[in-house]
């Protein structure tokens, strides 16, 4: 809900908000303040994620879907899975860092996202647009950059449920102090039960069974000496489908299955030299099993994501300066469908620099090579400037960058279906794309508006093509796709009361066979959001009005163009000292995708999906209910 994720960059050039304009990001590579960052980051702080967290406490998605430009897009509908999309992007070329690290994998599938529950967070950095000049390939449409809580946040306990079969019971356990050794532990269980809400004998929801667990051990000699060390473990059944004693229009039952085991590790350095000099290193080690159903098919794949990076940086006659060296190793082992497997090996160097020649201007240019081991040699440019007057409430930023993509097979409709409906990968090429923005802010009286014109061209995007006996073949498209569009963010705080409203706009468009351009599958023209909350010591009150505009559709039997639609969503929550009581209303306007057109297809799909795109909820309204106590 966009009223529990009012983003950071909301309030950072205003005269009043001090404690904020403090805070650090780190996403850009340089941490600095977010107000002195040429680079664009909007940045979502710990306030609102623990409002958050009483919404949605078993992932990130409602955090993330009402951020202006960014999507929470529908990858795997039968599954309930789900990619992070920016600025029209598509979902495969976003980057999740977890403290800098891609504990997710360096491509996560549709469900990373879902299980990355944020009871554990102390801020999310998004960078919207090519980033692969700071993190390579993997960071070409954007980077999204989860930063944890350290021991010295307070423990906490959450339990939550919904009316739609939902449960979720979490833990944040801390231990330690500001220097020396600490440690945090974050667990959780989480279930739902599958639930038929339109009655076509359909599993519209899902239903999972989830646990987590992730440490967390710092050591801190000193501001200028620290180790930071994580290691994770996920483990996942999720169950669609036919309900049992139900087939398709075709009469046959149809199963739907994935069991996903994740584990990863990483380390953090930083490394004080002396002069100014300071030594960063990252180290990460994933490993994700995956086996999945998808009718009669039954296909075990197994991710693999190697990262290593190490940087010196400092500063230099007005010059903030990196320079780095890094390795990226990304697999993927399928031994039932043959051709489908790769194994990517990309040594990299890199160097960025921020200067300010003036007091009203600073630069930031940065710059990679990476050299892929299949697709050659890559060049990847950054080049942002802020303009800001000293004591004026307005600012603006400028960026453009240039970035790439290695093709693997996890576009939307493989997905969808898997991978066994897939055919050998060949013939293909690197996506390559080019971004740009403009981002004006005025901050003044409690007002703090933002608005942002933007573009992007990814040049020879991923997409498919039948093939015989419902297979699919993965080519690059016969023309670019381009994301053109605009966003505004509005926000004023008179005292208890907040009042937010925001609007995108993005016309995405592709090359179609034909040679005649088409909307981009999934990405809806229009967007806004309407919110206000009134909050207090003993609690807080909000409601939200969400529009979600017209959006292309691909292979839907019942319609080429959604429908628009609006949600109503209301929140509440009492504080009781160290303990708080909440409940939630989400989609009070009860919209669903079924009461437009039925789910189920009457012949097959792409890939030979029984179901359409998801386009619009399934799950319609829901309440929860639960309790948040620190201890």
């Known amino acids: 809900m ?32 977010i107000r002195d960052e040429p680079l664009r980051v909007e940045a979502v702080p710990t306030e609102e994620i623990e409002e958050n967290s009483t919404v949605q406490p078993g992932n990130l998605s409602s955090l993330l879907n009402e951020l202006p430009s960014v999507r929470v897009q529908s990858e795997a509908p039968g599954l309930g899975g789900a990619g992070l999309q920016l600025r029209g992007m598509p979902t495969r070329d976003t980057l999740v860092l977890t403290d800098g690290l891609p504990l997710l994998g360096a491509e996560p599938d549709g469900f990373g996202l879902l299980q990355a529950p944020p009871l554990d967070l102390a801020r999310v950095e998004v960078i919207k647009g090519a980033a692969s000049a700071l993190y390579g390939g993997g960071g070409l449409g954007g980077v999204l950059n989860l930063v944890s809580q350290t021991a010295a946040a307070d423990s906490s306990v ?141 296909i075990d794949s197994t991710q693999t994501t190697m990262f ?76 942002s400037a802020l303009f800001r007057e000293s004591g004026s409430p307005w600012s603006l930023r400028a960026s453009v960058g240039g970035g790439y993509a290695a093709p693997t097979p996890f576009v939307d409709e493989i997905e969808a279906t898997g991978l066994g409906s897939l055919l050998p990968l060949r013939g293909l090429h690197a996506e390559r794309a080019v971004t740009e923005s403009l981002d004006a802010k005025w901050a003044d009286e409690g007002w703090d508006v933002n608005f942002s014109v933007f573009n992007s061209q990814l040049r020879d995007p991923l997409t498919v093509q039948t093939a015989p006996d419902e297979k699919l073949a993965l080519v690059n498209a016969p023309g670019p796709q381009r994301a053109p569009g605009a966003e ?106 079924t009461r437009f057109d039925p789910l189920l297809r009457t012949t097959p799909g792409l890939g030979g999906t029984p179901i359409t795109e998801a386009w619009a909820p399934l799950d319609g309204r829901t309440f929860n209910v639960g309790i948040r106590a620190e201890l």
């Open 158 to 298: 959450l339990a939550n449920a919904t009316s739609r079969g939902g449960r979720d019971l979490e833990a944040f356990l801390t231990e330690g102090a500001p220097t020396g050794w600490s440690g945090t532990v974050t667990a959780g269980a989480h279930d739902q039960s599958r639930e038929d809400v339109s009655s076509e004998g359909w599993a519209d929801l899902a239903g999972f069974r989830r646990y987590t667990v992730r440490p967390r051990v710092w050591w801190n000699q000193d501001p200028e000496h620290s180790l930071f060390l994580t290691a994770g473990l996920t483990d996942e059944y999720r169950d669609g489908g036919t309900l049992p004693g139900r087939v398709l229009p075709s009469g046959d039952p149809f199963a739907e299955a994935l069991h996903t085991q994740r584990l990863d590790g990483g380390v953090v350095s930083h490394w004080l030299v002396g002069d100014g000099i300071a030594w960063d290193g990252h180290v990460s080690v994933t490993s994700s099993q995956l086996d999945r159903i998808f009718g009669t098919q039954r």
């Open 488 to 593: 505004t963010l509005v926000h004023y705080v008179v005292g208890p009361l907040q009042m937010i409203g925001s609007w995108s706009f993005i016309n995405a468009t592709e090359a179609a066979v034909s040679g005649l351009r088409q909307g981009v599958p999934l990405v809806p023209r229009q967007s806004a959001e309407l919110g206000g909350i009134l909050e207090g010591k003993r609690g807080r009150i909000g409601l939200e009005m969400g529009y979600t505009g017209r959006q292309a559709l691909e292979d839907d039997p019942y319609r080429s163009v959604s429908e628009p639609y609006i949600d109503l969503n209301a929140l509440g929550e009492i504080r009781l000292g160290a303990m708080s009581l909440f409940v939630n209303a989400i989609n009070l306007t009860n919209v669903r995708q």
């Open 2 to 33: 966009l009223l529990a994720c009012l983003p950071l960059h909301v309030w950072a050039d205003s005269d009043d908000e001090v404690a904020l304009n403090q805070v650090v990001v780190t996403a850009t590579r340089t941490p600095g303040l």
């Open 308 to 383: 290593a990076e190490e940087a010196v940086s400092g500063t230099s006659r007005g010059h903030a300066w990196v320079l780095g060296v890094a390795f990226n190793h990304d697999g993927l082992a399928v031994g039932a469908v043959p051709g489908v497997g790769y194994g990517y090996n990309v040594p990299g160097v890199f160097a960025q620099d921020e200067f300010a020649p003036a007091t009203w201007i600073k630069l930031a240019a940065s710059a990679r090579v990476d050299v892929q081991n299949v697709y050659g040699t890559f060049f990847s440019p950054r080049l």
